[in-house]
């Protein structure tokens, strides 16, 4: 599960054969929530008579949903918006439109710029996109950044637009009120709110309905979802161990992962409900950013290195084999030698078995941009970053060799990439795993004994339960 991937997810459909509509064109960057917002974008542009297409030179209409995290995915779909201009230089009926973080956050250079761009909408606007759509077919500029207080996109089902019909991202909740001091996403995303969780529910009974196997309830900080709602004369409250619990009741079969989880808000009483079910998988992603008490605090996350090691024994205490993996930030402001070393010795600590690491990019009006100096030199981030994932390389393999010789029970997902008599699925604790197909399908669980693995990959074979 790539939470963090910058890579293009360009979607392959052909949801509609009918050459009488219009075809709409996706490009997704960014983390899961994109994915899962390019589905209900498909699901409300098929609503109003649109077709979805995969490929690019047979598009009526581009949509680029972005992603404004850290620099470099803007400076990525910036070059994606430039071939879309040599698109529209050949064909200039075509309409092309950005979508999502980068909308909100850059919505005049994206309209001046090279008049590449017709429409622009935040990630909160997109039931609007039809009309938009209209205006920008009618030469005017669709725009529409507005954040919202309340939108969730409850009552839309999502198109599921990856094919692989066995797994499917289930937003719970929107926006975030966290305000980590180097973080855009409270800013392009807008307030947190959660998702009516009967509707959640009812989503993930028509997945399963539909053959699919797995979900991952999707929110920025899952751990602070929560529902009220009255029945009779009592306010009865719905917390996001509640809804972990309703999702997991929905089909025993059915496989149950959540993320992200935010070290302040991870409970107990979440620890417990994983372990009372055995259909939540024993993985739990838990973002730490770094070792240091000084840093966090200037990152403004809340907690402490002790507060996050506790968190971690109560993970190994209550679900003894979780799976853990980490966000890890290098060079962020003021961050000295002892700092870094600090986040080292915390991963070696706790041996993360996967980790998303990334240098400190200051993002234009955080806090961290309006008040501290990005002072950590350009070459001292590299080579931090560099030591972080040579020590994380260590660690995943490590964690990986743990496996050798045990039996998972893995979902069937596809076919391997690398051999097509071979499957790939994921354990409970997320990891891939490699084996021989025998007479197996996709979107079947089957039990696999490890007997070796690559520093990214298990490999093993097909045994009896
Ligand atoms: N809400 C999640 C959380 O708090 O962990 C994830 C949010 S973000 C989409 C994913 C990761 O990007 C963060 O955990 C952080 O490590 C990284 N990130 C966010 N802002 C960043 C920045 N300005 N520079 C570098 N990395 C950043
Ligand atoms: Fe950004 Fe922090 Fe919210 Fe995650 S919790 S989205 S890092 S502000």
Redesign the pocket.
Known sequence: MDFNAEDANIFESALSDDSSRSRVYIETYGCQMNVNDSEVVASILIASGYAITSNLNDADVILINTCSIRENAETRVFGRIDLFGQVKKSKPSVLVGVLGCMAERLKDQLLEGKKVVDLVVGPDAYRELPVLLRAAENGQKGINVLLSREETYADISPVRLDKNGVSAFVSIMRG?????S?????YT?GAERSRDPHTIVGEVQELVNSGYREVTLLG??VNSYHWEEQKGLVKHKISFSDLLEMVALVDPRLRVRFS?S?PKDLTNEVLYTMAMYENICNHIHL?V?SGSTRILHLMN?RYTREDYLDRIDAIRSIIPDCSISTDIITGFCTETELDHDMTLSLMREVGFDFAYMFKYSERPNTKAARQLADDVPEDVKTRRLTEIIELQGKLSEQSKKNDVGKRFEVLIEGESKKSKDEFFGRTSQNKVVVFPKENHKIGEFVFVEVTDCTPATLIGHIVEE
Not at 176 to 180: A, G, S
């Open positions: 975030c009120n966290n305000m980590c180097y973080c855009v996403v409270p995303r920025q900080n992200t935010h973002p950013q996350r």
